[in-house]
C-alpha cells in the first residue's frame, strides 16, 4: 500500500481537484491507498488572518469566515457543475463548528483558538476530494483525522502519542483498505486526549502522511508537488537550479531542518525508522521520476542552496557586565524551550549572547519580558539566513550580491550566514529560469 500527500498548490482549484482524482484515481486501481489533503491553496493563511480577527474583530472574523465558505463552494460547483446537497451541508456543519469558537466569549489562550478554527481548511479540503473521487467512481472512505492521530495538547505544535496513534491508524484503515476502499483524510490536524482539535505545525501534512505510512508500513510515501522533486534551491530566488534524483533521509532531514520548504522537518524521521521510500513528485507530470529519498547512500551532492527569510537576531547582554556563563546559557534555553522559540544559529561573546529565530512577534515579545530584568535585549530585524550544504567557495560571492553578511559559521560541508539586504538596494529576484 502506498500514502499520497498532496499539498495545498495541488487544490487550488477545481482543476487541480480534477488533476489530483484522475493521479489517485490511476493508482487506486491497482494499488491500496491512502490519500493525505491539506487545504486548498492559500485556505490556512487566510484562516490565520481569520483567527487573528477573532482576538480584536470578531465581526469581521465572521466575515472572513463567510469568504472562506463561499470559496469553497464555488469551487465544488464548478467541479459538480451543482454542488450535491450532502457536502454542501458537509462544508456549512465545518464552518459552524468555527462560528462557535468566533463567538465564544469566555477567554482562552490563542493556540487553542487557532487549532480549533485551523482545521476546518483539511476538514472542508478533503470532504470535496472525497465526493469527487466517489462521483468519478472510486471508493472512498472518509476518515477524520482527529479519530486516528492523538497528540498531547501542545496546541499549534502537538505531539503525537504514538501508541495509541498507531493503534487506532491500523484497526481503523486497515479493514477499509481490505476492503478496496481508498481512504481520503486531512493533513496537519490531530485531536487530543480531551478531543480538542490540535495542529502539527505549519506544512504539517507531509508529516501526517509519514506517521500514517509509519503505521500501516507502507511500501512508499508519495509527496505530489508543484515542482519536480527536490531541487537544489528554490527557483524563484535562484537560477541554474537542478533536480536532486536521489537523497538519503540523512541529507534530507538536514536539507529540512535548515529550512528547505520541500518537506516538513519532522517527515523522515518516521520514514527512516522504517525504512520507507519517499518519493517527491510533480501533480504537473506525474509520470516524470522525481526524487527518491531512501537508505544512506554514498552520495556526491551538488551544492544545495537554502534560503529562509523572515529572521530575527536576538542580542542579550548581561546588565552588569558579568561574562556569559553557563548558568546564564541553560537559563535561556530553559525559556526558549518554554515559548517554544527555536534556535537556528547562535553566538556568544564574553557578555554577550546572540540567536537567529524565526521572526514570531508573539513569542519574541513574551521572551523579551521575561529576560529583561537581567538582560539588555536587541532584536534586528528582517534578516535572511543562508544555508549552504556542501558549498563550494567560488560560488560564494555571486550568492552574496547586494547582501551584507552579518555572522558567519562553517562547519564541515555546511556554511551558514544570517545576512541582510544591503541598503538602499532593491533586492533582485530572477524568475525561475
Ligand atoms: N494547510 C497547512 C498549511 O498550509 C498544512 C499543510 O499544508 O501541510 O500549513
Ligand atoms: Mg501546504
Not at 264 to 277: A, D, F, R, V, Y
Not at 278 to 302: C, H, M, N, Q, R
Not at 325 to 330: F, G, M, R, S, T
Request: charged letters at 25%.
Amino acid at each position: 500500500m502506498k500514502v499520497f500527500k498532496f499539498g495545498g498548490a495541488s487544490v487550488k482549484n477545481a482543476d487541480g481537484f480534477r488533476n489530483v482524482s484522475s493521479i489517485v484515481s490511476k493508482y487506486g486501481k491497482s494499488e491500496a491507498l491512502v490519500v493525505v489533503v491539506s487545504a486548498t491553496g492559500k485556505t490556512t493563511n487566510q484562516l490565520e488572518e481569520l483567527i487573528s480577527k477573532k482576538f480584536s474583530n470578531p465581526g469581521e472574523a465572521m466575515e472572513l469566515l463567510q469568504a472562506v465558505k463561499e470559496k469553497h463552494l464555488q469551487i465544488a460547483n464548478e467541479l459538480f457543475g451543482n454542488i450535491p446537497a450532502d457536502l454542501a451541508q458537509q462544508i456549512h456543519e465545518h464552518c459552524v463548528e468555527a462560528e462557535w469558537v468566533i463567538e465564544e466569549d469566555r477567554e482562552m489562550a490563542y493556540d487553542y483558538v487557532y487549532d480549533q478554527i485551523i482545521c476546518i481548511g483539511e476538514l472542508i479540503s478533503s470532504r470535496i476530494l472525497s465526493a469527487w473521487l466517489q462521483s468519478n467512481g472510486n471508493a472512498i472512505e472518509w476518515i477524520d483525522a482527529r479519530s486516528i492521530i492523538q497528540t498531547d495538547d501542545t496546541y499549534r505544535d502537538a505531539r503525537v502519542q504514538w501508541e495509541v496513534t498507531n493503534d487506532r491508524i491500523k484497526n481503523t484503515l486497515n479493514p477499509l483498505l481490505n476492503a478496496h476502499k481508498v481512504v481520503v483524510t486531512q493533513g496537519f490536524i490531530a485531536s487530543s486526549a480531551e478531543n480538542n482539535s490540535t495542529s502539527l505545525g505549519r506544512e504539517g501534512s507531509d508529516y501526517t502522511a509519514a506517521i500514517l505510512s509509519s503505521a500501516l508500513a507502507a511500501d512508499g510515501m508519495y509527496i505530489w508537488k508543484d515542482v519536480p522533486g527536490v531541487l537544489t534551491a528554490d527557483p524563484d530566488l535562484y537560477d541554474h537550479v537542478t533536480k536532486l534524483d536521489r537523497l538519503s533521509y540523512t541529507e534530507a532531514i538536514e536539507m529540512t531542518y535548515y529550512g528547505c520548504k520541500v518537506i516538513h522537518p519532522k517527515t523522515i524521521q518516521p520514514l527512516k525508522s522504517k525504512g520507507i521510500p519517499l518519493f517527491v513528485k510533480s501533480f504537473l507530470d506525474p509520470a516524470a521520476e522525481g526524487t527518491l529519498i531512501s537508505d544512506d547512500l554514498d552520495l556526491e551532492y551538488p551544492p544545495i542552496v537554502v534560503l529562509e527569510d523572515d529572521q530575527s537576531l536576538i542580542h542579550f547582554s548581561s546588565k552588569d557586565l558579568s561574562f556569559i556563563a553557563e548558568h546564564h546559557l541553560a537559563h535561556l534555553f530553559e525559556l526558549f524551550k518554554k515559548h517554544r522559540i527555536k534556535v537556528n544559529m547562535m553566538r556568544n561573546t564574553a557578555i554577550s549572547f546572540s540567536v537567529c529565530v524565526r521572526n514570531d512577534p508573539q513569542r519574541i515579545k513574551a521572551l523579551i519580558k521575561e529576560v529583561e530584568q537581567d538582560y539588555k535585549v536587541l532584536v534586528d530585524q528582517d534578516l535572511e539566513l543562508l544555508t549552504i550544504r556542501h558549498y563550494q567557495d567560488a560560488m560564494i560571492p555571486k550568492l552574496l550580491e547586494e547582501k551584507i553578511v552579518i555572522l558567519e559559521e562553517r562547519i564541515r560541508k555546511t556554511l551558514q550566514m544570517v545576512v541582510k539586504n544591503a541598503p538602499a538596494i532593491v533586492p533582485k529576484k530572477s524568475g525561475p529560469n
